[in-house]
């Protein structure tokens, strides 16, 4: 009789242990590592190509980047290096827009950090932030995608609509009427709020902050301000 019940009760604990592990496991969702290498070798190339472009570096890391991109020092002499960028950044576009296809917005869960960055960047730097800033805002919602990124994004899409930015993120770079090149900070929307906004998102540093460290004068241009540079 003691050992029936007792073959019962060591029954009834491996039945709760499965159960256990029934409803945990649905929750795991295991790194896709296929997707997640596809996803930091792009994550590389938009990097790695601006890091470039914008110079500043030293020749141990220009070795090193033109060794991971597989380029040569001849691929990148005078303005070559912006064409290779463009053509990297198209060829990134649709890598990426097959990702969105079959996945949507990777998440860190299925394929972590920072290769859930990959795409965020790559829809940066194209001219289809419109089309996809839908599915950047639910990404934002999920945590896949920080709010200050999410301003960044905003703010970007309504510059390239002419339209105020929210945000302050946006500098934009144009030739004067005498020839000169000039960067500026694209119109804002309001100074009154700008600075409670960028907090609100997650900024530390304030608008007036941000373009000292830019290095970008406080000119507050309206929209048809602009064709008088």
């Known amino acids: 009789m003691?050992?029936?019940?007792?073959?019962?009760?060591?029954?009834?604990?491996?039945?709760?242990?499965?159960?256990?592990?029934?409803?945990?496991?649905p929750k795991e969702i295991k790194i896709n590592?296929?997707?997640?290498?596809?996803?930091?070798?792009?994550?590389k190339?938009?990097?790695g190509i601006r890091e470039i472009v914008n110079g500043n570096l030293s020749n141990e890391r220009k070795t090193e980047l033109l060794s991971q991109l597989n380029l040569k020092e001849s691929d990148i002499e005078g303005n070559k290096k912006f064409e290779?960028?463009?053509?990297i950044d198209s060829l990134n576009l649709i890598e990426t827009e097959n990702i969105i296809k079959n996945y949507g917005y990777p998440s860190k869960s299925l394929v972590g950090e920072p290769a859930n960055k990959a795409v965020f960047y790559v829809i940066?730097?194209?001219?289809?932030?419109?089309?996809?800033?839908?599915?950047?805002?639910?990404?934002?919602?999920?945590?896949?995608?920080?709010k200050t990124s999410l301003a960044l994004i905003e703010d970007r899409n309504l510059m390239y609509k002419g339209i105020e930015q929210i945000y302050g993120t946006q500098i934009k770079g144009q030739a004067n009427k005498k020839g000169e090149w000039i960067y500026y900070l694209w119109p804002i929307k309001s100074i009154d709020s700008i600075n409670i906004w960028r907090k609100e998102v997650g900024f530390e540093q304030t608008l007036e902050?941000?373009?000292?460290e830019m290095d970008i004068e406080?000119?507050?241009?309206?929209?048809n301000d602009l064709n008088d540079l």
């Open 218 to 223: 406080f000119n507050l241009y309206k929209i």
């Open 124 to 146: 940066q730097h194209s001219d289809q932030i419109d089309k996809y800033l839908p599915l950047i805002r639910k990404a934002s919602e999920n945590g896949d995608v920080s």
């Open 84 to 87: 290779l960028m463009r053509e």
């Open 2 to 25: 003691k050992s029936t019940k007792l073959i019962l009760i060591i029954l009834s604990i491996i039945l709760i242990s499965c159960k256990g592990k029934n409803e945990t496991n």
């Open 33 to 43: 590592v296929e997707l997640k290498n596809k996803l930091e070798t792009i994550l």
């Open 45 to 47: 190339k938009d990097q």
């Open 209 to 212: 902050e941000y373009l000292k």
